[in-house]
Nanobody, 124 residues
Framework: QVQVVESGGGLVQAGGSLRLSCAAS?????IGWFRQAPGKEREWVGA????????LYADSVKGRFTISGDNDKNTVYLQMNNLKPEDTAVYYC????????????????????WGQGTQVTVSS
């Protein structure tokens, strides 16, 4: 079993930046980032596949958010720049152990292990 733990959330003004971290206790095939705002469904933010360093982003964050990873530390980072009030949500990272088709990276059901989430609040 793999445990994943997020950290780095907080309160920031619009236009500001935050960096979230996701530490996994073991090897994973991919790590996904999701977020969930009150009253809304969980939304995919992006993902990284360790093999080849392949990274994907949702259109809503492309150009503002950057995912990177440290394979030696089993840690993934989500650098969030130019934050907007609509980015306010609980952010989750999730680990996938087995192979994953390209089309399934955005589905929460594709991931095996989830962190507890970290709150990001962007004030206007």
């Amino acid at each position: 079993q793999v445990q994943v733990v997020e950290s780095g959330g907080g309160l920031v003004q619009a236009g500001g930046s935050l960096r979230l971290s996701c530490a996994a206790s073991g090897r994973t095939y991919a790590i996904g980032w999701f977020r969930q705002a009150p009253g809304k469904e969980r939304e995919w933010v992006g993902a990284i596949r360790w093999s080849g360093g392949w990274i994907l982003y949702a259109d809503s964050v492309k150009g503002r958010f950057t995912i990177s990873g440290d394979n030696d530390k089993n840690t993934v980072y989500l650098q969030m720049n130019n934050l907007k009030p609509e980015d306010t949500a609980v952010y989750y990272c999730a680990g996938r152990v087995g192979l994953l088709p390209y089309s399934d990276y955005g589905s929460p059901k594709s991931y095996d292990y989830w962190g507890q989430g970290t709150q990001v609040t962007v004030s206007s």
